[in-house]
């Protein structure tokens, strides 16, 4: 388990998992997270609650963004521009754990 400034950029190869350190709970559509180290709540949107429940069990970037590119219509290169950008804030406030997809 990294952070990714311990190992480099999380990159589509990354496989990433939710951390056992937090709750969170579904709210009408959308997803509610509690981080038990900071006592930090996050809300996230529809697509954010998507990603986050992929996210419970270990899964590589790449299996998201075709996750996310078959049930939304998205341009490719905003769809990874936008998942990266969420997973690497995800993994910044230590909400999910980056291994290295090697």
Wanted: charged share 30%.
């Amino acid at each position: 388990m990294t952070s990714p400034g311990e190992k480099g950029e999380i990159t589509k190869g990354s496989i990433i998992v939710a951390t056992k350190d937090q709750v969170s709970s579904d709210l009408a559509g959308e997803t509610v997270v509690l981080s038990m180290e900071s006592a930090m709540y996050y809300g996230l949107d529809q697509v954010g609650s998507r990603v986050w429940e992929l996210v419970r069990e270990p899964i590589r970037v790449s299996e998201i963004l075709d996750a996310i590119m078959g049930e939304y219509d998205v341009d490719a290169d905003q769809c990874e521009a936008d998942v990266l950008g969420f997973v690497r804030e995800l993994a910044a406030k230590g909400l999910i754990e980056v291994r290295d997809g090697a």
